[in-house]
């Protein structure tokens, strides 16, 4: 990308930064919970075809794709921004907060379609000067398994024409505003669920001999988890499992015959996490048979481990420094362990997910991700359309070599 275009997409994002501004709040304002986002996606709908560019909507329930043709033609990047709010009630006092009770975009994806309509604006007013295509994509459903990455590949999204690299962004609020965070191979965690149903033997609890006690068994089975990751996967290796819930018993003197755990099971390797079900049914096999208890084990695999293509992520690097300056790359040291269903789209072709520097304490900007007073610092939407109208451009006219590789 040379540098005429560099400049011209920073002013552009400029000039057009309040209206995105007002669109982030209006997003806000009305947030909706993940399939349900009925008015989102009519927002965007209307924002798209505004700029006269083909829409289609209504995919994996209300996902809507926007495609730009540039001038000359060429290879097809693109950019997705997921849609979906959570059920959290929002306890900030913005004269924009959310006026759906109970429901609050509180991990920034008003500000991620912000960025994706930004740069779809920006990129639209430079058609002349882009050869091949973008797509825009708006996803809905990222919080809530099985996610709406999935359905929307299988709907065909990422063909016709065919996208050969695809980029994203999240907020991130342990990352200054104005810089950009950046991470090559997995970055996020492959994260499933489990439920395991412990089946024991009522009785009382004055006769312990009489039953199988089913608290017991969980008890057991709680502690054994652990030595999962401490003892039977290559230390090396992390991997979470944690029991977050359980339910069982009725009365303090009741031999209790039935124990439900509820869990989740982490982890930043494919190979590892086809060996943790077969563990867990291990372990809990070996216990339940000891105590004559029986079990059932539904297991339900999650968002596959999110790892950035480093020939993409290094084309960010790049296009960062051109845009923002070399100081703006924020190197992510370690992965994290919660998860993405972004992965699914980089299964499928190489792209980088981007983390977007939202902090500032002057603003208030400092609360983790599904925190009741989560915000941002505003700014960093024209940041963010900059850097992925950027990397459009870098993608589409300049560097095509990763995709081959
Ligand atoms: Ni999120």
């Not at 209300?62 to 495609?67: D, E, H, L, Y």
């Not at 759906?100 to 740069?119: E, K, P, Y």
């Not at 079900?277 to 000891?290: A, D, E, M, Y």
């Not at 699914?344 to 977007?356: D, H, N, T």
Request: net charge positive.
């Amino acid at each position: 990308m040379q540098s005429e275009i560099a400049k011209k997409i920073e002013q552009i994002s400029n000039r057009i930064f309040p209206k995105l501004v007002r669109l982030r709040r209006q997003l806000h304002q009305y947030p909706e919970l993940a399939f349900g986002e009925f008015r989102t996606s009519k927002k965007i709908e209307e924002l798209l075809k505004k700029l006269s560019l083909p829409v289609k909507t209504g995919i994996a329930r209300t996902g809507v794709v926007g495609i730009l043709h540039g001038k000359e033609r060429g290879g097809t990047v693109a950019l997705r921004a997921d849609m979906d709010a959570l059920p959290i009630h929002e306890q900030t006092n913005f004269p924009y907060k959310s006026k759906n009770r109970g429901v609050m975009h509180a991990c920034g994806h008003d500000v991620h379609m912000s960025c994706v309509i930004g740069a779809a604006f920006v990129l639209s007013e430079l058609k002349d000067e882009l050869s091949g295509n973008v797509k825009f994509i708006f996803q809905p459903g990222e919080e809530v398994l099985p996610g709406g990455a999935k359905s929307m590949i299988q709907a065909g999204v990422l063909k016709n024409p065919a996208v050969s690299g695809i980029f994203g962004l999240h907020c991130d609020s342990s990352i200054r505003v104005g810089k950009i965070g950046v991470r090559d191979g997995p970055t996020m965690a492959q994260a499933d669920d489990f439920e395991i149903v412990i089946i024991g033997k009522g009785g009382h609890g004055a006769r312990p001999q009489d039953g199988i006690d089913a608290i017991v068994v969980s008890s057991q089975i709680i502690q054994a988890l652990q030595t999962i990751s401490s003892r039977k996967i290559n230390p090396v290796e992390p991997v979470v499992i944690s029991v977050g819930k359980i339910e069982g018993g009725s009365a303090r003197n009741i031999i209790c015959d039935r124990v439900v755990l509820k869990g989740t099971a982490r982890c930043l390797n494919k190979r590892v996490a086809r060996k943790i079900p077969i563990l867990l049914n291990q372990v809990i096999s070996g216990i339940t048979k000891s105590a004559k208890a029986s079990y059932r084990l539904n297991y339900k695999v999650g968002y596959p481990v999110l790892s950035n293509h480093p020939g993409a992520t290094d084309l960010a690097r790049v296009t960062i420094a051109k845009i923002l300056g070399k100081k703006a790359i924020f190197e992510i040291k370690s992965p994290v362990m919660g998860a993405e269903d972004f992965a699914y789209f980089l299964e499928k072709v190489p792209g980088s997910f981007l983390r977007l520097g939202i902090n500032n304490p002057e603003k208030n900007a400092i609360y983790p991700w599904h925190h009741p007073k989560f915000t941002v610092d505003e700014e960093a939407i024209k940041i963010g359309t900059s850097v992925l109208a950027g990397i459009a451009f870098e993608f589409l006219n300049a560097d095509r070599k990763f995709h081959r590789s």
